[in-house]
């Protein structure tokens, strides 16, 4: 009875397992079944996992947009995974295929065949693009991840490499020395146009800004400009006004003879001359594909304060400038410019005012005036005035960009600038400045 009992026992128990075992795989199952056509319904979900970008190939002479496989950039070197629309079918290129293709934040990857590498066989490959241009940085990564730079000038490809050799003396020492031989293949390819390699690091940083200065340097037209590329450059400036005014302030004087009114007016002129400091933000953009017009906006802040028995300036403003560019294309990095258009300023706060003129050369105003009759001449007294900066202004301006890296300058300029303060019949105040600025620009959109 005992073992009738246990056999009871375990044959209930397994029973039990048996069916929650089932249960579990038919859960199992029903939730892959679900998952199955859950991407069939939606393609893009089922390559969650995959890494797709916006990009082209080009074969012959023809450009398919579409998606480029992009999870693993090593692999992207042997051949191109592209489909026309995420949800089509996936189609593999490789270098004898296709001419390149072009992927977005990557750039553009160009088939050279038979090329070996390091001494390894001859092979087909897709090498990335760097810096293009009479010289030319390429970046290919062989099976393991590691990067290999080559320069590319004048149809020949040198590999750029830096190694590190071990020596071991007679007592068994061992020392370590680095042969940078990438400096000796730049400096003897850049014989036409010399640049300094002498203390030049290995990084692809460092290397694509060498040879962007040397394009520079042989062609000051060279640009990285594509028909999908624009160059915006966002900066600040800093200068300083010198500002001349002249001031012309009309009195009227009214005289009685006879019983009749006459009415005069004397001129009075001033010449003020001080300095402002002017400085705010700009946002320079090319127009297309054009190398020498570019459209520059800035937004500056100046502040004008003056005073003396005559006058006081107390005013601060926000100038919006639109100056068109016209750029002057030069060897090498230096790129002189003129530019001209308008201001427009907002006032943020102006307590500007001319005082009563009390004295003039040909008449003292502090003395009863008599006309010819013995009548006295009553004056009518010059109050004062408040002034508004809000018309439309000219300014014209030239100076000389300095091009320091691929994607950023320095500019100076000199610029003119003419303001009409006037606001009164009587009183006409103008300005003119000339503004010396030290502007530092970087390019943070293509």
């Not at 892959?32 to 916006?54: E, R, T, V, W």
């Not at 590190?164 to 390819?189: C, F, M, P």
């Not at 900066?235 to 001349?244: K, L, T």
Request: glycine share 6%; with cysteine; net charge positive.
């Amino acid at each position: 009875a005992r073992k009738s009992n246990m056999k009871f026992y375990l044959t209930k128990n397994m029973d039990k397992k048996g069916t929650n075992f089932g249960r579990s795989i038919l859960t199992t199952r029903f939730l892959l079944l679900i998952a199955f056509l859950f991407c069939l319904s939606d393609p893009i979900l089922g390559q969650k996992n995959l890494k797709y970008s916006k990009g082209y190939i080009v074969i012959s002479r023809d450009t398919l947009r579409g998606f480029i496989l992009s999870d693993i950039q090593r692999k992207m070197h042997q051949s191109c995974k592209f489909q026309k629309e995420l949800s089509s079918s996936l189609v593999e290129y490789f270098p004898s295929q296709i001419k390149g293709f072009f992927v977005e934040k990557l750039g553009y990857f160009r088939s050279i065949e038979s090329f070996a590498i390091a001494g390894n066989e001859k092979g087909d490959y897709f090498f990335q693009e760097i810096e293009k241009g009479k010289a030319s940085l390429l970046l290919l990564q062989d099976e393991a991840g590691k990067n290999h730079y080559f320069l590319e000038k004048d149809s020949s490809i040198k590999e750029l490499k830096k190694n590190v050799i071990t020596d071991r003396d007679e007592n068994g020492a061992i020392t370590k020395r680095t042969d940078y031989l990438y400096r000796g293949v730049l400096q003897s390819s850049f014989i036409d146009c010399p640049q300094d390699v002498s203390k030049l690091s290995f990084n692809e940083s460092s290397l694509k800004q060498i040879i962007w200065n040397y394009n520079r340097c042989i062609d000051p037209h060279h640009n990285q400009l594509t028909k999908r590329q624009r160059r915006f450059y966002l900066g600040y400036s800093f200068g300083i006004m010198q500002n001349d005014l002249i001031m012309n302030n009309l009195v009227s004087l009214l005289s009685i003879e006879g019983g009749l009114a006459y009415t005069s007016l004397l001129g009075y002129k001033a010449e003020y001359s001080f300095k402002a400091v002017s400085q705010g933000l700009f946002l320079e953009s090319a127009l297309g594909k054009n190398k020498h017009v570019s459209l520059s906006g800035a937004v500056l802040y100046s502040k004008v304060n003056f005073s003396n028995t005559k006058l006081e300036i107390d005013y601060s403003n926000l100038n919006f400038l639109i100056l068109p560019k016209y750029s002057f294309l030069v060897r090498g990095s230096i790129r002189p410019f003129v530019a001209a258009g308008f201001i427009i300023p907002m006032s943020l706060m102006n307590n500007t005012r001319s005082q009563p003129i009390l004295t003039f050369s040909d008449v003292d105003l502090t003395k009863p005036f008599l006309d010819k009759s013995g009548n006295q001449v009553l004056i009518e007294p010059l109050q004062s005035d408040h002034f508004t900066v809000s018309k439309l202004h000219f300014s014209i301006s030239a100076g000389i960009d300095f091009f320091i890296s691929q994607r950023s300058k320095i500019s100076a300029q000199v610029r003119m600038e003419k303001i009409d303060l006037s606001n009164s019949s009587r009183i006409e105040l103008k300005m003119s400045s000339i503004v010396s600025m030290l502007s530092y620009s970087y390019r943070f959109i293509e």
